[in-house]
């Protein structure tokens, strides 16, 4: 039995309060946060605490807290030598006060508030800077059914910024198409089916080889029509941009 | 009974072919290509010519070609008067020669040479220059389970521009990602829940709220982070420029 305590009420806190709470290998001892409101609805299968000084003796304590917070509230902690990891992609391990034994473990998913989430789809990016604590973090990742990796600072770097490209980047050109469709009255929802095909078909296939379109094909013709249509300034640098990043990765 | 004549042996050709052959209520009459060869292998599953002046009696024309080649095959059809479609997002109806009558049967989706394609996931969008043509192509689009939409020239026009941000500039989106995580010796395939998941979550939710990240908190430190990391100026350009477009729809 593992036991974990969690410190943060946030989207990524929350969901791996219900995962951990799901697994019999698993004991969430305590949920700490600042303010107890947000915890509160979990009081019932969980203790909630919103003193520091009330935490007791677990085998991880996971800080799940906005990035700016992490540096503040690991040396606000009331122990020392302890195994105290933060989530984040982007925040040095460092950043951890050195009282105690510094980690990361990084779930490299998008959560929403409403969805459920299935760890089987959350890869668990796991770096620590004490080699001997690398299992109990791996078993931890394993408990929930996660794919886990151990990666140095640099490649959670890279794949945190590598993951604004495929998410934040991917989503908004999905807003774009969306604010597109809206103001020639074509429906948005048509796109979904294309949206989805295009995710699952670089599960297997690279994105090179997957690429189609007017850019790869050099279609001058398809791509002057289409900036003809767009009526926006910033559409049509995200137009121009992108196909001449195709263009550059096929050769044209 | 629905019968089709399929002209073109390309992506779209082929897989149309595939799902037609599968309904019983639809007859593929025959299959023209201009090379026989790429028809072949399909000789016992149908009657395949490369001869124009060979095209029988058929309810429904589709010609599945380039989209250079669409107004050149439908002038050369040497009959009138029958219902001829043509199956591409951005090539006007009129582009079709007027000897027949003349329509659109544009599947919004990407399709690949090797994985087989559920028609469920196809969505069709059908344009009629004679209104009493659309109901025996809503038929057709229904009989594979399509979803099927009336649209005009420009609706069609709108979607297939809307489709090339969300397919190839997507695409190309999670292309960069690859460049990134392997310069690093970070694992692209460790991206693909992600990839996933964030086009699941506009399935159900509008990319406005499904928005997150360093562009929409505008959290200046992660964006400095990321931009330094960068390497390459077109990623760098990419950053700035989707990261803007965040801001800018967010209000920030």
Not at 26 to 44: C, G, H, L, T, Y
Not at 78 to 89: D, Y
Not at 151 to 167: D, G, I, K, P, Y
Request: charged share 25%.
């Amino acid at each position: 039995m593992i036991s974990v305590t969690l410190l943060g009420a946030g989207n990524v806190a929350t969901h791996l309060f219900k995962t951990f709470n799901n697994s019999n290998q698993i004991a969430v001892k305590q949920w700490f946060n600042r303010s107890i409101d947000a915890i509160e609805p979990f009081k019932n299968d969980v203790a909630i605490t919103d003193d520091l000084n009330t935490l007791q003796d677990a085998d991880i304590y996971i800080i799940a807290v906005s990035d700016d917070a992490i540096a503040d509230i690991s040396s606000q902690l009331p122990f020392e030598n302890k195994l105290v990891v933060h989530t984040s992609g982007s925040v040095n391990v460092h950043d951890l006060n050195a009282k105690n034994r510094r980690g990361v473990f990084y779930p490299l998913q998008t959560f929403s508030k409403s969805a459920e989430m299935d760890f089987v789809n959350v890869p668990i990016c796991i770096e620590t800077l004490v080699k001997t604590d690398y299992p109990i973090l791996k078993a931890l990742a394993v408990a929930v059914g996660s794919p886990v990796r151990k990666v140095n600072s640099e490649q959670r770097r890279t794949l945190h910024l590598a993951a604004v490209f495929v998410n934040n980047f991917t989503n908004q050109l999905y807003r774009v198409a969306h604010e597109i469709t809206e103001s020639e009255e074509a429906e948005f929802d048509f796109l979904k089916p294309l949206i989805l095909e295009t995710a699952k078909k670089v599960q297997n296939m690279s994105p090179y080889l997957a690429q189609t379109g007017p850019a790869k094909r050099n279609d001058k013709k398809t791509i002057k029509k289409h900036l003809k249509l767009l009526k926006n300034d910033q559409h049509k640098d995200i137009y121009n941009l992108l196909t001449q990043s195709i263009k550059d990765t096929h050769g044209r």
